[in-house]
């Protein structure tokens, strides 16, 4: 099976799916990742005395040894504005991700929940591309069988230290995918690539809130109990 995870920032599938992508991987599954920004818009770069340009840049290049230690499939980074994604017309961003969905022929495709998780206008207004470029495209895509949205719970929003985070009721997670040890590890190794915002992920506590559960709520369905795999019921 092909899965697609859709963010857009470097460092969100790092935060993110990392766990969930590096078992899919070790399962055999095919795992594409599209990163709609280069991220160079972070504050991180004043640290460094650069531009967003060259931010992008080493951001970019952070990605590759990303690619590497959760051996993705494939990896598309776009350059579209960091921040800005807001003041874009939404059907350029449609037409990237539309693309990317054509190319890549995913199965499952994945971005952020409705409420973003942190809240950042970035990750709604992909909520929302991805969303309606799913349902443009599925009527004649038979390859395309479902929209999943990666979240975390309410209670684990709850207990995040730094920044207010959004989380998603129980009743409505359909999907409860168990990694393992080496999974986390994997993540962790993920989010070391990212040199430049080491600062940011200790002052997160990231790799303390990875778990070896990982949440998925489905686009259209509902599943009580939850699915233990994304892809079940569309093998």
Do not use: W
Request: aromatic residues 8%; glycine residues 6%.
């Amino acid at each position: 099976m092909r899965i697609l995870y859709i963010y857009p920032h470097p460092d969100d599938e790092s935060f993110g799916p990392a766990p969930a992508i590096s078992k899919q991987r070790r399962q055999g599954h095919g795992v594409y990742l599209l990163t709609l920004t280069k991220g160079g818009a972070t504050r991180q770069r004043h640290k460094y005395g650069h531009s967003i340009e060259e931010m992008g840049a080493v951001r970019y290049r952070e990605m590759k040894d990303v690619a590497r230690v959760l051996d993705l499939s494939g990896m598309t980074v776009l350059d579209l504005p960091d921040g800005g994604l807001k003041e874009m017309d939404p059907r350029k961003i449609e037409a990237a991700i539309y693309d990317e969905i054509e190319r890549v022929e995913p199965n499952v495709v994945v971005t952020y929940p409705v409420h973003g998780i942190s809240g950042f206008h970035d990750h709604l207004v992909t909520h929302a591309a991805v969303k309606r470029v799913f349902l443009d495209r599925k009527p004649s895509a038979t390859y395309l069988r479902r929209l999943a949205f990666l979240t975390i719970t309410e209670e684990q929003a709850g207990d995040a230290e730094v920044f207010h985070l959004n989380g998603t009721k129980l009743d409505e997670i359909d999907c409860v995918f168990r990694v393992d040890d080496v999974d986390i590890k994997n993540a962790h190794k993920a989010l070391d690539c990212y040199v430049t915002f080491q600062e940011t992920i200790e002052k997160t506590g990231i790799k303390r809130f990875l778990t070896n559960e990982v949440y998925y709520e489905i686009f259209q369905e509902h599943h009580d109990p939850p699915l233990t795999d994304i892809f079940c019921g569309i093998d």
